[in-house]
């Protein structure tokens, strides 16, 4: 079982950084691919980034290559989104979740079995 809390959103200009944070529960954080999406107002949920167990694959979505970063700290059981030059369209719900232990790089929501409540990020002036 694994229990995920986000933190680090709110309100920033466009243009601007924000570094979101999941900490996670329970002792098999370290096999976990971890995750990062998104549901923007009146938009379905959709696949941001994702990281291997071991850190050494991740993948984006179009939209967000060269501007996100995904990292994890399995010491501390956190993964991190760094967002740099936000835009307004990345105006969102952004969750974190986990993927079971035998995918690599997983992109489809049905592919993750745990998520958290997720934490808001604003982009406006």
């Known amino acids: 079982q694994v229990q995920l809390v986000e933190s680090g959103g709110g309100l920033v200009q466009p243009g601007g950084s924000l570094r979101l944070s999941c900490a996670a529960s329970g002792r098999t954080f370290s096999r976990h691919p971890m995750g990062w999406f998104r549901r923007a107002p009146g938009k379905e949920r959709e696949f941001v980034a994702v990281?291997?167990?071991?850190?050494?694959?991740?993948d984006y979505v179009d939209s967000v290559k060269g501007r996100f970063t995904i990292s994890r700290d399995d010491a501390k059981n956190t993964v991190y989104l760094q967002m740099n030059s936000l835009k307004s369209e990345d105006t969102a719900v952004y969750y974190c979740?986990?993927?079971?232990?035998?995918?690599?790089?997983?992109?489809?929501?049905?592919?993750?079995?745990?998520w958290g409540q997720g934490t808001q990020v604003t982009v406006s002036s």
């Open positions: 979740a986990a993927s079971e232990p035998w995918l690599t790089i997983p992109r489809r929501e049905y592919q993750y079995n745990y």
């Open positions: 990281i291997s167990a071991n850190g050494g694959r991740t």
